[in-house]
C-alpha cells in the first residue's frame, strides 16, 4: 500500500475530513508505524476545537496509538521494523538539553507539544513518530483493548506511584469516568486504601468492583468532610472536568497530603491556611515519557487492569470523537484502524 487514509482535524471547531495522503517518509530519528488502534481523549479537543494557540491545519489527532514499525528513517538506533509500539502524548525528546540530561525529558526544551496536537497522531492508518517516543508493547496486548493506557493509563498509573502514598494508605480517586475507572484499578493493585468518589450512587457497583475499597457520593455528603471522617487522605488523584468540585474536595486531604491535578481545569481555588497547617499539596503531573508507558503497560498486563471500551472504526471518528465529549461513554472510546 502507497497510501494512508486520515481522519485529519481540518480547523479549530471544522470537524473533520477524510483524506487520503501519499505514505510519507520518516525523517531523521523517525519511524513510520502501521496504525493498529488509537485512543480518543478529552485532550484530542485541544487539536480539534482550536483550543491552544499557533495550531497548524490541517492536523491529525490521536495520542494513544498502537501499531507496528513499519519503516525507518536515517540515525534510528534499536528499533526495527516489525516491533510493536505505542506513542502517547509525550512527542519525544532530543536527549542533550540541560532538562533531558536532567532525567526531565517529559519538558524538552528542543522537542516540545503534544502527539497529534504540534505533530501529526493516530486517527489514521499510518503515522511518524520520533523514536524517541516510541514505548515497547507485549505482543500478547490486544491493541484496541490497549491504547488507552497510552495515555489515560499512563497519566494515572504515573501520577499514583509518584504521589507520596505508601501500601495501606487513604488515596481517593476522584471521579469515575475514563481516567478515574483505570485510577481505581491501578490504587487498589499498588494496594492503597483506595476510595472513589463521585456525584450519585450509580458509578459505585462497578466502582466496587474495581477494586475500590470505600465510595463516597459526592452529592449527598461533603466529600472532604467524608474523607476526614477516614482520618484524610495521603493523596486525592482529581480526574474531574470541573474545577468547583475540585475545590470541593481538596480539604479532604490529610497530613502531607497531596492532590494530583491531572483534568485540565482552567483556575482552581483552594484554601492556603487549609494547605500550610496541614504541610498538604496540590501538584499537577504531566502524564509520562516513553520508559513509562512500558511501565504502565507492564504493570497493567501484571494485574490484570484492562480500560473499559467503546469501539469504533476509523471514519467514523467524528462519532467517537462526540461521544467521548458527551462524557456519557463507559468509559473510553477507541478506533480500531488495522491489524
Ligand atoms: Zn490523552
Ligand atoms: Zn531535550
Redesign the pocket.
Known sequence: MSKMRAMVAAGPGKGFRLEERELPAPGRHEVRVRVQACGVCHSDSVTVEGLMPGLVYPRIPGHEVIGVVEALGPDVDGWEVGTRVGVGWFPG?????G??RRGD?FA????KGATGVTRDGGYATHMLALASALAHVPSDLDSVESAPLLCAGITTFNALRHCGAAPGDLVAIHGVGGLGHLGIQFAARAGYRTVAVNRGRDKEKLARELGAHDYIDSEAADPAAALQSMGGAKAILATVTNAQAMQAISGGLGTNGTMLVIGAVGALTVDSLDLLMKRAAVKGWYSGVARDSEDTLSFSRLHGIKSMNEIYPLEEAPAAYERMMSGKARFRVVLRIGD
Open positions: 525528546a532530543c536527549g542533550w538539553c532538562h533531558c525529558s524538552c526544551e528542543n522537542i
